[in-house]
């Protein structure tokens, strides 16, 4: 099993930044990708960026491509998003994920297995 805590989140103005945090714990050696998903209010769960932990590749949705970065830290089982040029559309709960299972797409929310509770994240204009 993996757990998952995220934070960060907060109310910032459009044009700011942010950084959130998602702490692993557990069975971190297992692995193999962590994503970051987000959900607004009547809309549906959508994928935002994944980072594939050995390779630290990465996928990015088109809609944040430019503006958000996934990154990690081994030694603190850590996965960041840090997003830039914040707009009201990005107002949503954000979700960190983990999948120890090999993905070539890791943009699908059914790939992962772990999730964490959700961090607001609120832009006003």
């Known amino acids: 099993q993996v757990q998952l805590i995220e934070s960060g989140g907060g109310l910032v103005q459009a044009g700011g930044s942010l950084r959130l945090s998602c702490a692993a714990s557990?069975?971190?050696?297992?692995?193999?990708?962590m994503g970051w998903f987000r959900q607004a209010p009547g809309k549906e769960r959508e994928f935002v960026a994944a980072?594939?932990?050995?390779?630290?590749?990465?996928d990015y949705a088109d809609s944040v491509k430019g503006r958000f970065t996934i990154s990690r830290d081994n030694a603190k089982k850590s996965v960041y998003l840090q997003i830039n040029s914040l707009k009201p559309e990005d107002t949503a709960v954000y979700y960190c994920a983990a999948t120890p299972n090999l993905c070539i797409d890791c943009t699908m929310a059914l790939k992962y297995n772990y999730w964490g509770q959700g961090t607001q994240v609120t832009i006003s204009s």
């Open positions: 980072l594939r932990w050995s390779s630290r590749n990465t």
């Open positions: 557990g069975r971190t050696s297992s692995i193999y990708a």
